[in-house]
């Protein structure tokens, strides 16, 4: 079994949960509780894929500061490879404060090694060893973005499968994407992204346009489920019925459950698409997006009792 290349984002989550009331100017409020807990959607979706039974690689930049060292340590205890990790004493590891109340999440993030990182250690030997490439967060990779479409070339031509998940664009302009489009296997998005990204008025619309630019669109509709477009194969996922506990990294692990689907278990798209809708669902029954640690049988018992 070869690896998969997560690459992106090294970040730490703290978690405030339980508030009182989202915050006001000039107020304090108090929370029910807080943990802090590895963070990042690169890590999120390569630490899910893992605990289902994957071999995952990272790829990124940490700060050789004490959240840079909890992230390479959270790597090992996820069992991901770290040795396309850079280290950094010059800017601090990032940070991202989730404050959470209900279903409301309000994140502030710190940026540090994320917006820094240039993906120096990714040459075509070091890729050569992958079967599969997934990009996450590629916006907040400010000094990396404009590097993706070559490293998206080089694995069509070494037959290197490929995906994205774009997360949110702040500028709506969505640059580079155009070109990554042509070039990846699959595009993850979330609904509010895939509208942004085509002008569509709806989800629906915009997958569909999505795929005329791109091989097989996967658009995450939260707590509506799931719909992809692979050739001329349009499949909808119903959702499940959860008790929510925190949605953090809902989107990731589903990406992780998509991927593992079909890159280790050989699944039809359909069939994987209706699996990563359960693990996305199943990771909401936890706080913060590692916390599920979802196996494949926890997946399978999942998606029976939710029939
Ligand atoms: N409330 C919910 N109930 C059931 N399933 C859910 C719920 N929220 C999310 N999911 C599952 O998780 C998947 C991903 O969630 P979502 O659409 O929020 O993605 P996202 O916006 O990319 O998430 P992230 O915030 O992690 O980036 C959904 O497609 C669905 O399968
Ligand atoms: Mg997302």
Known sequence: MNKTLFIGDINIDILMYGLASMPLPDREITCAGFETVPGSSAFIT?????????????????????????????????GITAELVEKTDKVKTGVTVNLIRESIRSQVTYPGTIAEYTGSM?????????????????????????????LLA?????????????????????EFLDDWLRKLDYLFV???????????????????????????????????????????????AYPYKVEVKDTTGAGDNFDAGFLYAILER??????????????GARSCQFTGGTAAKSSYKDIIDFMEVGK
């Not at 940490?62 to 790597?75: C, L, R, W």
């Not at 097989?216 to 477009?229: F, N, Q, S, T």
């Not at 050989?266 to 693990?279: G, M, T, V, Y």
């Open 46 to 78: 390569a630490s899910a894929y893992s605990f289902l039974g994957g071999k995952a690689a990272f790829a990124g930049l940490a700060g050789t500061d004490d959240n840079g060292v909890f992230m390479i340590n959270a790597m090992k205890n996820s």
């Open 190 to 236: 979330n609904s509010d992204e895939a509208v942004s990204i085509t002008g569509c008025p709806g989800a629906e619309e915009a997958c569909e346009k999505l795929a005329l630019l791109t091989a097989c669109p996967v658009v995450k509709l939260g707590k509506k489920g799931a719909i992809a477009i692979s050739g001329s194969r349009a499949v909808k």
């Open 154 to 174: 080089f694995a069509k031509q070494a037959g290197i499968t490929t995906s994205i998940d774009t997360q949110w664009d702040a500028s709506e302009k969505w």
């Open 266 to 279: 050989k699944l039809s798209f359909n069939e994987a698409l209706h699996f990563a809708n359960a693990a």
């Open 122 to 150: 990714l040459t075509p030997d070091a890729l050569s060893a992958y079967k599969h490439i997934h990009f996450a967060g590629p916006y907040q990779q400010l000094k990396f973005k404009s590097k993706i479409s070559s």
